[in-house]
């Protein structure tokens, strides 16, 4: 809930959500939350078939018209110059094809609109991997616990980082560590570079890219300290004036909120 709150207070302090047709990818925010903000439609692109009838149960509870969500590939969905802002937090380093979907999305949009996206960690930063598993003895094993040292599922083989986990877990739970690691089909383990490189060829205008960093990195090929990133983009040229009001809207959102620790620009 509570990034839920600072994502969206941030996204309404830069860009303004109320009267916005809005586009959420990759997830379903709280309708109270959403409320807040008043925007004119809010419509939810996610895999979570669970988060998609959550949505549509309140939806139909409380009787609010121009609010749903979809159980859709945002790279399957199909709509033509509708929203006024996309918004997407924590979605961006799961997403599998994400040229295709910056190509919808951009679709999406109607000229002059916004993607707004904050995701993390990304693969090539120290806990990139997103491990969360159950263990033989049905504990919680999670990338928060300091289970694998910074960056050791770049540096290290699965095989290594198998031996290495069974004198600690049992073979099975550092099996099943090891598969989720590399094999786990919901995360894209894009580098950072690659994000850049993929955004910098589509067809949108960049505002704004913040990366929020972590720890020394070590020295290999696209490896890098950043764990997070935010992008601001736009469906039209870019203005300098335009670029620095939204930099200056999102520092003073850092300063007098505290809603987002801002250490790199
Ligand atoms: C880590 S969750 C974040 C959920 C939510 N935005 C939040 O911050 O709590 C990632 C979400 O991305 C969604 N997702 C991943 N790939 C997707 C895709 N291709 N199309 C739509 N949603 C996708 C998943 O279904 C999942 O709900």
Redesign the pocket.
């Given at each position: 809930m509570e990034?839920?709150k600072k994502?969206l207070k941030l996204a309404d302090t830069i860009i303004n959500l109320q009267g916005r047709n809005v586009l959420?990818?990759?997830?379903?925010?709280p309708i109270d939350l959403i409320l807040n903000y008043k925007p004119n439609c809010w419509t939810c692109?996610?895999?979570?078939a669970k988060?998609v009838s959550l949505f549509n149960e309140n939806v139909r509870k409380r009787k609010i018209a121009k609010y749903s969500a979809n159980l859709?590939?945002?790279?399957k969905?199909d709509t033509q110059e509708k929203y006024d802002l996309i918004y997407?937090?924590?979605?961006f380093e799961?997403?599998?094809?994400l040229e295709k979907?910056l190509k919808k999305m951009y679709l999406a949009l109607r000229p002059e609109g916004y993607l707004f996206t904050v995701f993390g960690p990304i693969w090539s930063s120290d806990v990139g991997h997103h491990l969360s598993i159950s263990t033989e003895n049905e504990q919680t094993l999670n990338f928060q616990q300091g289970i694998l040292s910074p960056w050791e599922h770049l540096i290290s083989t699965p095989k290594d980082l198998k031996t290495r986990l069974e004198q600690e877990y049992g073979s099975e739970t550092a099996q099943k560590a090891v598969t989720y690691i590399y094999e786990y089909k919901?995360l894209n383990r894009l580098y950072e570079h690659e994000y850049f490189s993929i955004i910098k060829n589509s067809q949108f205008s960049k505002i704004l890219s913040i990366k929020k960093r972590k720890g020394i990195a070590p020295k290999m090929d696209g490896v890098t300290n950043t764990r997070e990133l935010m992008f601001i983009l736009k469906k039209g040229d870019s203005h300098l004036l335009e670029k620095s009001m939204m930099l200056l809207k999102l520092v003073g959102a850092c300063l007098t909120q505290r809603i987002y620790k801002l250490k790199g620009i």
């Amino acid at each position: 809930m509570e990034h839920h709150k600072k994502y969206l207070k941030l996204a309404d302090t830069i860009i303004n959500l109320q009267g916005r047709n809005v586009l959420e990818v990759g997830g379903c925010s709280p309708i109270d939350l959403i409320l807040n903000y008043k925007p004119n439609c809010w419509t939810c692109v996610d895999l979570n078939a669970k988060a998609v009838s959550l949505f549509n149960e309140n939806v139909r509870k409380r009787k609010i018209a121009k609010y749903s969500a979809n159980l859709i590939d945002i790279s399957k969905f199909d709509t033509q110059e509708k929203y006024d802002l996309i918004y997407s937090i924590n979605s961006f380093e799961h997403i599998h094809d994400l040229e295709k979907t910056l190509k919808k999305m951009y679709l999406a949009l109607r000229p002059e609109g916004y993607l707004f996206t904050v995701f993390g960690p990304i693969w090539s930063s120290d806990v990139g991997h997103h491990l969360s598993i159950s263990t033989e003895n049905e504990q919680t094993l999670n990338f928060q616990q300091g289970i694998l040292s910074p960056w050791e599922h770049l540096i290290s083989t699965p095989k290594d980082l198998k031996t290495r986990l069974e004198q600690e877990y049992g073979s099975e739970t550092a099996q099943k560590a090891v598969t989720y690691i590399y094999e786990y089909k919901d995360l894209n383990r894009l580098y950072e570079h690659e994000y850049f490189s993929i955004i910098k060829n589509s067809q949108f205008s960049k505002i704004l890219s913040i990366k929020k960093r972590k720890g020394i990195a070590p020295k290999m090929d696209g490896v890098t300290n950043t764990r997070e990133l935010m992008f601001i983009l736009k469906k039209g040229d870019s203005h300098l004036l335009e670029k620095s009001m939204m930099l200056l809207k999102l520092v003073g959102a850092c300063l007098t909120q505290r809603i987002y620790k801002l250490k790199g620009i």
